[in-house]
């Protein structure tokens, strides 16, 4: 425990100060000087300092803190008034790389013709873990009939490592690239991958067929396959809890007795009218064919909220799904950044280790 001065009976002038200090801020200046005198307060000293400082130490000071301020209302400014607007002013770029209308694998289900398509949307872009979020996922939707899986790449060029990714499995697929317009890449909060999910749904608009679903499900997410054969008869939009997110561990509608629902719970504060998670609703393709203006606005965090209210969605058109939103069966895992790795290569030019640190770059994990 911590002594109290005044219990062990001192009365020096340190003992009153710790007193004081005990009992709580601000001591009154009467009392300051009373216990330690003028020059043991901060601002006094400063003051000295600024006394006996030069008239160039001054100045520099001066400067010092007049260009600090100067530069922080500039930024804030800026922030504000030079804001990049929710749709793009200039045509994005957009390219398909290649793609395949036939299930050509010895895993999973056989195909199945007459079930409605489920158009799983990931965007991904160039890093260490991607090869190996993708392996992950494929390997997941290889398990699921009917499946077009669009990999949309936030790049400009197709890299060959997700086109042979793609064959190799043998899902009906389309690998396709679309670069984050600059002007996004400088916002405070950037908008990620937004530019490639809009190449995707423009994909789905010109050639999805109606009689099919789109679900944007991230490359590092994790996920229930039963989930897929639940959003698969969607009408117009359905909806389930997504589990590792925010605040509240978990991002849900709530739902009434009815299964109507009547708002959403995830911690956040409730700007939005669609509180839900990218993985977290899944749309009906002939239904977002029929809306005039459909759009994923680039604004980060209501990337979903925008692109729900551009598909005319009310909250009594919203399908409950997984058990009355009572069941999570996706997760928003994320993938830590992690530091580059190095490479000792001197010893390894006519070994193993040379080719495989080949492969590893051809794959993106190392420079
Ligand atoms: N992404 C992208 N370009 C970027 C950053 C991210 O295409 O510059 C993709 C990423 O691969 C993922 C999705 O956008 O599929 C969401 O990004 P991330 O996982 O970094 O975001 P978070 O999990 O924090 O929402
Ligand atoms: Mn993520």
Request: charged share 25%; proline share 5%; aromatic share 8%.
């Amino acid at each position: 425990m911590f002594e109290d001065a005044s219990t062990t009976g001192q009365n020096s002038k340190k003992g009153k100060l710790n007193l004081k200090l005990t009992m709580g801020f601000p001591l009154n200046e009467r009392e300051l000087k009373k216990t330690v005198g003028d020059h043991s307060r901060l601002d006094v000293l400063l003051w000295d300092k600024i006394q006996v400082m030069s008239h160039r130490q001054r100045i520099i000071m001066a400067i010092i803190i007049g260009g600090s301020l100067i530069y922080f209302t500039i930024t804030q400014v800026l922030l504000v008034v030079a804001k990049a607007p929710s749709e793009p002013t200039q045509p994005e770029f957009r390219k398909i790389c290649t793609f395949s209308l036939e299930r050509e694998t010895i895993y999973g289900p056989a195909e199945e013709e007459s079930l409605p398509i489920i158009y799983v949307v990931t965007p991904t872009y160039k890093r260490p873990e991607m090869v190996a979020e993708l392996t992950r996922l494929g390997q997941s939707l290889l398990l699921v009939p009917r499946i077009h899986w669009i990999i949309a790449e936030d790049n400009r060029e197709c890299s060959p490592v997700i086109s042979n990714l793609l064959t190799r499995f043998g899902l009906p697929y389309t690998h396709l690239v679309s670069p984050m317009p600059e002007i996004y890449r400088k916002e405070r909060y950037i908008p990620r991958g937004v530019s490639n999910r809009r190449a995707a749904l423009q994909w789905i608009k010109e050639n999805g067929v109606n009689h099919a679903v789109v679900y944007f499900l991230d490359d590092d997410n994790a996920i229930d396959i039963r989930l897929f054969e639940e959003m698969r008869t969607t009408k117009k939009v359905s909806m389930w809890p997504v589990g590792l997110i925010g605040d509240y561990s978990v991002s849900s509608p709530v739902v009434d007795k009815m299964d109507n629902v009547v708002g959403f719970y995830d911690g956040w504060p409730a700007d939005r009218k669609f509180q839900v998670d990218m993985a977290g609703f899944a749309v009906n393709v002939g239904y977002m064919k029929k809306q005039p203006k459909v759009t994923m606005p680039y604004i980060a965090g209501h990337e979903e909220d925008g692109f729900l209210k551009s598909l005319n969605i009310r909250y009594e058109d919203v399908e409950v799904l997984a058990s009355g939103c009572t069941e999570v069966m996706v997760w928003h895992t994320r993938t830590t950044k992690n530091p580059t790795r190095s490479l000792r290569l001197d010893k390894h030019q006519h070994d193993n280790i040379k080719r495989l640190t080949d492969n590893m770059r051809q794959m993106g994990m190392i420079k």
